[in-house]
């Protein structure tokens, strides 16, 4: 019986002749997920994703290879026909994107499977392994000095692509890196003499000094479980002091809630001023009242004159300024007291928020804990004062860094979003892109606009409404009514309205137009429409007959009633799906509002769970409301959960990616719409009346 190996890893980055110390982007090392296939259950996948071609953003790298981890673990296969897959389906990607005159995309990658004691390695494009084991050192490919087999054609340049592969058995001790082909300039002696040197880390080192420019690599030893390794031990945490940090960052949290619950505890502004004008008036009146009796003993003696005299200045004057002259002493004292304790109020709350921002960076990062509750007391303190003044560049610049630094803990990528465009009076519900032309569905007016965008996406030419796609037109004789939903065929926008009435308009001549009445005896509540552009088949997600219904096309036409996705007895309960989508190979995605997610192929469902969402992002925890399938280039999942102001990012087999927010949250009240343009990285959220854009490399 074969033993079981487990892997330790490490890597080296370097770029510009200086090591960064970073995981290089493009290598990853994942275990089986809890979604992944049966019998996957024991392997170890890594990849290693290498550039080519023109310099595109490092996440690109980092996104093809987690959906090299998603493909192979969601194939039941062997692992020579995963690992097959994984590469025939990445290059299939690229390529139908490099196809169509966008973004040019292409790139190199090596990849492994641990299986017990197999070792299977696959690789296209300039990308190496080597490997140390039994005191020998073997190669992948194995002649450095031909080109030939070196420098295969990258993935995405060609239909198919060309794939070494090779599996060994090995054994504990056994040294594997999957490295970039600049390892040619070094000799095999030296390489041999580098992996065998001591401790992993000391391998690393020795690859330092012999790799000098750029390299990215992945190291890897292969032990028994039980085996102890040398390894330098991290420095333990002092669980007093601990202790103590989290018990002063919680007594931070108690006395903020104490003041905050006092300051609303108290009478309202104008009560207070009621009662201190009283006060105030009282006093200054009596001081005035002083003042003008001594005022008047002066009079009288500087105007002094006899008891039959006419009096020098009249009665009414002198009553009317006894009482005016206090009166306005006591305005002018009121009014400055009034604007003075706007101002003492604003300053106090940006004294605590410094001081308590002050506190947040003298926490040690590792007391995660300690370090997230004190920055959401400083978040708590900016918005008492952003209550009170706005545009104030000291608190927005401690917003940022208190959202920066939360962020960075949670696994949040908060981005700028910038304005695309606005459609007044709409309500935005569905979006589809489509080369630079980003069609919208606002359910308000019941209307699909196109949106012409500028060649890097985020910026809108122009905007108009798809004459034939607005209740009240009348298309082919069809009065179009109130719209459910629209999608994308290969040559047509489509459209479905209450009615069963199908309208479809040319992508190349938008005034185009066409309508056709469905049969519609079986449907009950219309939720969303896609079709299968690989047969033409027209799907009809209906929550109310608790089905997916298909249309088969004849000759452009869908003259037939529909047959039912879900047979049998066990059929999902859809009353609650929102939405749902159908992947290039047919696999269709029902998503439900509670943050739930079904997979299925042929109405058989599929294994599928999202999985390694941050703690406190699951979206069984916030609900969602509506997805979006990436197609080609790099296939994902984009979902939104309006409560959380978020957009999720997942792979096929719902393993997390991303997390996208905004640092305006407000923008996101109401999220409603996503679509996204992998090629120009740019996800596009509609929200309200309003398209923005968000970059993803940001």
């Known amino acids: 019986m074969p033993f079981e190996l487990e892997a330790l890893v490490g890597h080296l980055y370097i770029a510009g002749g200086r090591a960064i110390n970073t995981t290089p982007p493009g290598s990853l090392v994942q275990t089986a997920p809890k979604n992944a296939a049966r019998g996957r259950d024991v392997d170890t996948f890594f990849s290693l994703v290498l550039p080519s071609g023109r310099v595109v953003p490092t996440t690109f790298y980092e996104q093809m290879a987690r959906m090299s981890a998603e493909r192979y673990f969601s194939n039941t296969g062997s692992v020579t026909s995963a690992l097959r897959d994984v590469f025939n389906t990445l290059n299939h990607n690229l390529y139908e994107h490099n196809q169509s005159g966008r973004s040019h995309y292409e790139a190199h990658m090596i990849c492994a499977v641990l299986r017990d004691d197999e070792l299977y390695i696959a690789r296209s494009g300039a990308a190496v392994a080597l490997l140390r084991y039994s005191g020998d050192t073997f190669t992948l490919p194995e002649d450095f000095s031909s080109d030939e087999k070196l420098f295969m054609a990258p993935l995405g340049t060609q239909p198919i692509p060309e794939v070494d592969m090779k599996r060994f058995i090995i054994d504990s001790g056994t040294r594997l890196l999957l490295v970039d082909a600049g390892i040619r300039e070094v000799t095999l002696?030296?390489?041999?003499?580098?992996?065998?040197?001591?401790?992993?880390?000391?391998?690393?080192?020795?690859?330092?000094?012999?790799?000098?420019?750029?390299?990215?690599?992945?190291?890897?030893e292969f032990v028994i479980p039980e085996r102890k390794i040398p390894v330098i031990a991290a420095e333990g945490e002092d669980s007093r002091a601990l202790s103590q940090t989290i018990t002063q960052a919680r007594t931070n949290i108690q006395q903020e809630a104490v003041r905050v619950a006092e300051a609303r505890r108290r009478q309202n502004p104008a009560k207070k001023i009621g009662r201190r004008m009283q006060q105030g008036i009282g006093e200054t009146a009596k001081s005035a009242g002083t003042g003008m009796e001594a005022l008047g003993d002066v009079a009288a003696k500087v105007f002094k004159r006899k008891q039959?005299?006419?009096?020098?200045?009249?009665?009414?004057?002198?009553?009317?300024?006894?009482?005016?002259?206090?009166?306005?002493?006591?305005?002018?004292?009121?009014?400055?007291?009034?604007?003075?304790?706007?101002?003492?109020r604003y300053d106090t709350c940006v004294e605590n928020a410094m001081a308590n921002a002050q506190v947040a960076r003298g926490i040690d990062s590792s007391q995660t804990a300690a370090v997230v509750n004190t920055w959401e007391v400083v978040l708590a303190n900016i918005a008492e004062c952003q209550a009170e003044r706005t545009g104030d560049p000291v608190i927005d610049a401690l917003k940022r860094e208190a959202q920066d630094t939360l962020d960075r803990i949670n696994q949040v990528s908060r981005r700028e979003a910038k304005p695309v465009a606005v459609i007044p009076g709409a309500t935005i519900e569905r979006m589809i892109l489509q080369g630079t032309d980003l069609y919208v569905l606002d359910s308000a007016l019941d209307t699909i606009y196109r949106v012409q965008l500028n060649t890097n996406g985020d910026e809108a030419i122009a905007q108009n409404p798809v004459t034939s796609m607005r209740a009240g037109a009348a298309v082919s004789g069809l009065i179009v009514g109130e719209l459910v939903d629209m999608t994308l065929s290969e040559r047509n926008v489509l459209a479905l309205d209450v009615n069963g009435v199908l309208i479809s308009c040319a992508l190349n001549l938008i005034t185009d137009c066409s309508a056709q009445q469905l049969n519609t005896d079986l449907l009950r509540n219309p939720t969303a429409i896609q079709v299968f552009n690989r047969t033409g088949n027209f799907y009809i997600l209906d929550s109310g007959a608790n089905q997916i219904w298909r249309y088969q096309p004849t000759s452009n036409l869908y003259p037939d009633r529909p047959r039912e996705y879900f047979t049998g007895t066990s059929l999902p309960q859809l009353v609650d799906a929102v939405d749902f989508a159908i992947t290039q190979d047919g696999d269709i995605y029902v998503l439900y509002g509670d943050g739930y997610m079904t997979r299925h192929r042929g109405g058989e469902s599929l294994d599928f769970a999202f999985a390694n969402f941050p703690p406190g992002q699951d979206p069984s925890d916030s609900g969602l409301q509506h997805m979006y399938l990436s197609g080609n280039l790099l296939p994902g999942l984009y979902l939104i959960s309006l409560q959380t102001r978020s957009i999720f990012e997942t792979g096929l087999i719902g393993t997390y990616h991303a997390t996208y927010r905004v640092y305006d949250e407000s923008i996101f009240e109401r999220l409603s719409a996503v679509t996204v343009d992998p090629g120009q990285r740019l996800i596009y959220a509609g929200t309200g009346n309003a398209i923005y854009a968000l970059r993803m490399d940001e």
């Not at 006894?322 to 604007?339: D, E, K, T």
């Open 189 to 220: 002696a030296r390489i041999t003499q580098a992996m065998v040197a001591k401790t992993l880390e000391d391998v690393l080192n020795e690859f330092k000094t012999l790799i000098t420019l750029q390299t990215q690599l992945i190291a890897t």
């Open 308 to 344: 039959d005299d006419k009096p020098l200045v009249p009665t009414s004057v002198i009553i009317t300024s006894a009482i005016a002259l206090p009166l306005a002493l006591v305005l002018v004292v009121v009014l400055s007291w009034v604007g003075g304790l706007g101002e003492t």
